[in-house]
């Protein structure tokens, strides 16, 4: 994909959101960009009758010379598909690991983030809208375990999904799988991907990117 010249990108964002594995990306692609921390301005533009941004008001939203595109993953892939290819952190169209990224990055957000919604259904605190329920819960938790075991296996022999070298797709899988611990789907007892998560989450440009969040 061409890239075009003296592009004007925007990222709308929220901290701790699904909008964090896009300010990642563009901090590993060291794409110039204008951050705006606004959640409520987005959710604005969903409801008055001026501009929309996302649809529904929600965040990741990036505005690419003055045209919105949301939900993170269309996002990442753009971002690999302009950025990435010359960088050698995404492969081009024609490359034979173009499709294991793409089947990975989809993997992640659809199947990966199915099971995280059904356990995320199951255990949150009960209110007049959910009701725990620690069946579902477990089954839930069995299906993000035999998901993790074909990460593992994917792992095992190279330090990262596409080989030897980071990759976006590692970027997008390790940011699903990394939010997935914090609601409650450990990668204990999958070595290669404990190992694996650790790399990703060292990376220097995520680093920076949470020290300034700490700070803030």
Same mark, same amino acid.
């Given at each position: 994909?061409?890239?075009?010249?003296?592009?004007?990108i925007v990222v709308y964002e929220a901290p701790s959101s699904s909008a964090s594995p896009?300010?990642?990306?563009?901090?590993?692609?060291?794409?110039?960009?204008?951050?705006?921390?606004?959640?409520?301005?987005?959710?604005?533009?969903?409801?008055?009758?001026?501009?929309?941004?996302?649809?529904?008001?929600?965040?990741?939203?990036?505005?690419? /010379?003055?045209?919105?595109?949301?939900? +993170? @993953?269309?996002?990442? #892939? %753009?971002?690999?598909?302009? =950025? &990435?290819? *010359?960088?050698?952190?995404?492969?081009?169209? /024609?490359?034979?690991?173009?499709?294991? +990224? @793409?089947?990975?990055? #989809? %993997?992640?957000?659809?199947? =990966? &983030?199915? *099971?995280?919604?059904?356990?995320?259904?199951?255990?949150?605190?009960?209110?007049?809208? +959910?009701?725990?329920?620690?069946?579902?819960?477990?089954?839930?938790? &069995?299906?993000?375990?035999?998901?993790?075991?074909?990460?593992?296996?994917?792992?095992?022999?190279?330090?990262?999904?596409?080989?030897?070298?980071?990759?976006?797709?590692?970027?997008?899988?390790?940011?699903?799988?990394?939010?997935?611990?914090?609601?409650?789907?450990?990668?204990?007892?999958?070595?290669?991907?404990?190992?694996?998560?650790?790399?990703?989450?060292?990376?220097?440009?995520?680093?920076?990117?949470?020290?300034?969040?700490?700070?803030?």
């Amino acid at each position: 994909m061409q890239r075009e010249n003296a592009m004007s990108i925007v990222v709308y964002e929220a901290p701790s959101s699904s909008a964090s594995p896009v300010t990642w990306a563009l901090a590993e692609l060291n794409v110039p960009h204008h951050r705006v921390r606004a959640l409520p301005e987005i959710a604005g533009h969903a409801s008055s009758t001026g501009p929309r941004l996302a649809p529904d008001g929600s965040v990741p939203t990036l505005v690419v /010379n003055g045209t919105p595109m949301f939900d +993170a @993953l269309s996002i990442l #892939t %753009w971002l690999g598909d302009s =950025y &990435g290819v *010359a960088q050698r952190l995404w492969p081009a169209a /024609n490359a034979p690991h173009r499709r294991e +990224a @793409l089947t990975w990055s #989809t %993997w992640a957000y659809v199947m =990966y &983030g199915a *099971a995280l919604h059904r356990l995320t259904q199951a255990t949150r605190d009960p209110d007049e809208h +959910a009701v725990r329920d620690p069946a579902a819960a477990e089954r839930a938790r &069995g299906e993000l375990d035999r998901l993790l075991k074909v990460l593992d296996a994917r792992l095992t022999g190279a330090p990262y999904l596409l080989g030897q070298e980071f990759s976006l797709a590692d970027l997008i899988v390790s940011s699903v799988v990394r939010y997935g611990e914090y609601l409650g789907a450990t990668v204990e007892g999958h070595a290669n991907v404990r190992a694996w998560l650790e790399r990703c989450q060292t990376r220097p440009k995520l680093r920076e990117l949470l020290d300034l969040e700490n700070a803030a």
